[in-house]
Nanobody, 115 residues
């Protein structure tokens, strides 16, 4: 059974930092491209960061320079370090694992940034 479990979401003031974690099980983690998406109220879910099996990373422009995605293959965990948080970063953050056409999602973790 595939499980992706996010953690680390919280209420934080603007300018603060959070570190999200996503622990995966039931997949060959090292082969998967891992990604973080977010969905704000009334908006579509958007891809914000991804890291390939070889460690290449990509970010959406709105988080470049503030967010860092990383992975620990030994622990089957992907992280999202979020610095200089803004109120517009408020959303539910979802972890995603992709291998070929197979996608798996976590349940999401809420991040709220107050001004």
């Amino acid at each position: 059974q595939v499980r992706l479990v996010e953690s680390g979401g919280d209420l934080v003031q603007a300018g603060g930092s959070l570190r999200l974690s996503c622990a995966a099980s039931g997949i060959i983690f090292s082969l998967n491209t891992m990604a973080w998406f977010r969905q704000a109220p009334g908006k579509q879910r958007e891809l914000i960061a991804q890291i390939t099996s070889t460690g290449s990373t990509n970010y959406v422009d709105s988080v470049k320079g503030r967010f860092t995605i990383s992975r620990d293959n030994a622990k089957g965990t992907v992280f999202l370090q979020m610095n200089s948080l803004k109120p517009e970063d408020t959303a539910v953050y979802y972890c995603n694992a992709r291998l070929g056409l197979t996608l798996n999602w976590g349940q999401g973790t809420q991040v709220t940034v107050s001004s």
